[in-house]
């Protein structure tokens, strides 16, 4: 087939799933859609989209079976989403969902029998792959454990090299180097060419352990949350680690706090959390990340802006907004308040009591806007776990090359 044409034009606009279903028809199409310079061409157009989905599944531990796993687009209410049922059924019953980023989703396979896998799943063309741990010792001991600590972020987001195409994944681990020494820090382990892993940085020390449901990678490298402190501490807040996967280097940033934070703090009563906060189209990366204190009544919003310079290490928190739960969002009592939010393309989405899923707009034309964006279909659950599902960057026609498995 010729590169010059109308066709070439339409077919590089398609999605992943489209594509798949033409490449296994004849062997004429498979090379058409194998040649590099269609495969750049459809990587670009693809990220010039901007729908997003929403992942919402019950906030469950590694033991209890997670019954039902729900996709939603934010922009518009669509039926079609490019993610059949099949893969729905087969991400419930295989394990659990660690990570999502970009069309991919990362998740462990939960099978007490045996050791410790985790699978990469392609659920718009129902295609998977798993990934073995570092090691046998790694694996015995997470194959009961749920802290499993994994970072999954597409692009080339460590410089790796001979990397053609933007929608290839980077994956890090992080685990304790010594489980028996409480003051061990973390291995970290980066995931080279899709099989080995490779010891990136021994025994890095943190000042607190490490909360890694709450984590953005920015354009200089990985945040995460720390646990809180001390309340006999002059300070029980929790911190901010960040770690430069390409300088090897890491460095803590404090959270902001209110005037009278220092006398009144209840770690009970205030949650912290983590969210990216603005990124350019075409990245993989958040150029800068927000941090929510929820209190009792209360929501409070920062932000921080990532610097990818070399010798900056000063880190400045910007007051956003606050967020009243009862008055503003809509909350009829403080005890339907589910905690169960995330912020997403500049929205806060939270579920309530009744099993809706609400947006709050927090920037732009339609900020202040509140409205239902879907309805959780088994609202028995008040503690929702979202994950964004973006298909800004959708994997590439590339990914359909590749050796993986069929979900039946």
């Known amino acids: 087939m010729s590169f010059n044409g109308e066709l070439f034009e339409i077919m590089s606009w398609l999605s992943v799933k489209t594509l798949h279903r033409l490449s296994i028809m004849t062997k004429t199409c498979k090379d058409f859609l194998s040649e590099t310079y269609f495969i750049e061409r459809q990587c670009q157009n693809s990220c010039s989209k901007t729908e997003e989905c929403l992942i919402i599944e019950e906030d469950s531990c590694l033991t209890t079976k997670v019954r039902k796993l729900q996709f939603s687009f934010l922009s518009k209410p669509q039926s079609y989403n490019d993610i059949p049922k099949k893969s729905l059924k087969f991400l419930v019953k295989k394990g659990r969902i660690l990570a999502s980023n970009n069309g991919l989703i990362l998740g462990r396979i939960v099978n007490f029998k045996k050791a410790t896998e985790l699978f990469l799943c392609n659920p718009a063309t129902r295609t998977w792959s798993t990934i073995k741990l570092p090691n046998k010792e790694l694996s015995r001991r997470y194959q009961t454990d749920g802290s499993l600590n994994i970072t999954l972020v597409c692009g080339n987001a460590c410089n790796k090299e001979n990397i053609k195409f933007p929608l290839d994944y980077t994956l890090l681990m992080f685990t304790i180097h010594d489980i028996e020494d409480w003051n061990s820090g973390y291995d970290i382990f980066i995931l080279e060419a899709g099989s080995n892993w490779v010891l990136k940085h021994e025994n890095v020390i943190t000042s607190r352990s490490l909360n890694f449901d709450e984590q953005v990678f920015g354009i200089d490298g990985l945040y995460i949350l720390s646990n809180y402190g001390s309340c006999f501490t002059r300070d029980p807040f929790p911190h901010l680690f960040h770690y430069n996967v390409v300088r090897e280097t890491s460095r803590i940033i404090r959270v902001p706090q209110d005037s009278d934070d220092q006398d009144n703090f209840d770690m009970n009563a205030c949650t912290f959390r ?63 308040w589910t905690n169960s939010f995330i912020i997403l393309g500049k929205n806060l989405i939270y579920a309530d009591i009744d099993g809706n899923v609400l947006q709050y707009c927090l920037e732009g034309e339609n900020y202040g806007k509140l409205k239902v964006i879907c309805k959780y279909e088994d609202s028995s659950s008040q503690r929702l776990r979202f994950n964004s599902y973006s298909t800004t960057l959708r994997p590439c026609i590339k990914d359909l090359i590749k050796p993986s498995r069929r979900i039946k």
């Open 274 to 336: 983590i969210f990216g906060w603005e990124r350019k189209i075409r990245d993989c990366v958040f150029e800068s990340l927000c941090l929510v204190k929820c209190f009792v009544t209360m929501i409070k919003i920062w932000v921080l802006e990532c610097n990818n310079k070399e010798n900056e290490k000063v880190s400045t928190w910007q007051w956003l907004i606050n967020i009243d739960i009862v008055d503003i969002l809509g909350i009829k009592e403080i005890s339907s």
